[in-house]
Structures are given as C-alpha cells and as structure tokens.
C-alpha cells in the first residue's frame, strides 16, 4: 500500500512561505536520493534535491522570489503519484506578490515517503517578461 503523500506535500508547501531557506530546505528534506525534477517541462530534468535547489537559486537571484505562496485548487493521490493543481504566487523579499503562476504537477513517492519524479506544468512567458533584458 503506497504512503499517504498528500499531507507531505501540503506541509512541503507551507513551508515554501516560511522564508528562502526554509523553501530550499522542504526541497532537500523531501527528495529522494537522485530523484528526478523538471521545473518546467521544456527545462532540462534535474537529480537530486541540490541540483533542484540550484533551479530555485536561479529564480530566487534572477526574479527575486523569496517566498511562494501556494493555492492548492486540487490535490489527489492515485498509486504513489500526488497531483496538484494549484496557483503558485511568487513573494519577494518584501512580502509583496509579484506573480501568480498556475501550475499543474505531478509527485511520485516512494515508501518511504520521499519524492522521486517530479514535473510540473506551467507558463513562463509571464516570468520571463519579468527578466532583466540586459540594456539597462
């Protein structure tokens, strides 16, 4: 019988709120040893919770998203896969919500309650319309 994973990953999300390092923490307490992460599914997968720490950096030092805040809209667990619908609002550092992102994904856990794959589903253009364009 596959472990109940929807509560690790709504407390995995509440933590997301509680400051940058906390959000980078949930992530290393919550992978599996070389469990696979796609941020976005025309980004390149990564292994392991520190190369998936490295994906948020670069969103924590290119778009200055501090915190997230997440809406779960759905969440359900088939098998060991936890799906999410959700709308993920990116904090600064001054508190302030800057975006919101809908997204849809996917967790697989293993029994011991850790993630192995996990991909979501969503839009960049907003984000990348909010990088800096280099001609400053």
């Not at 997440?70 to 088939?78: E, G, K, P, Y």
């Not at 967790?107 to 364009?133: K, V």
Request: glycine share 6%.
């Amino acid at each position: 019988m596959p472990v109940d994973a929807v509560p690790i990953v709504e407390q995995m999300c509440q933590r997301w709120t509680k400051s940058y390092d906390e959000f980078c923490q949930a992530y290393r307490d919550t992978f599996a040893p070389g469990a696979e992460y796609v941020a976005q599914h025309q980004m390149p997968a990564t292994q392991g919770a520190d190369q998936a720490v490295a994906v948020l950096d670069q969103f924590h030092a290119g778009f200055g998203v501090e915190t997230v805040e997440v809406d779960m809209i759905r969440i359900a667990q088939v098998g060991n896969d936890v799906w999410t619908e959700r709308v993920d609002y990116m904090v600064n550092a001054a508190g302030e919500r800057f975006l919101a992102i809908p997204i849809m994904g996917v967790m697989t856990f293993n029994d011991e309650g850790l993630i192995t794959r996990w991909i979501d589903y969503w839009d960049m253009r907003e984000l990348l319309a909010l990088a800096p364009t280099g001609s400053e």
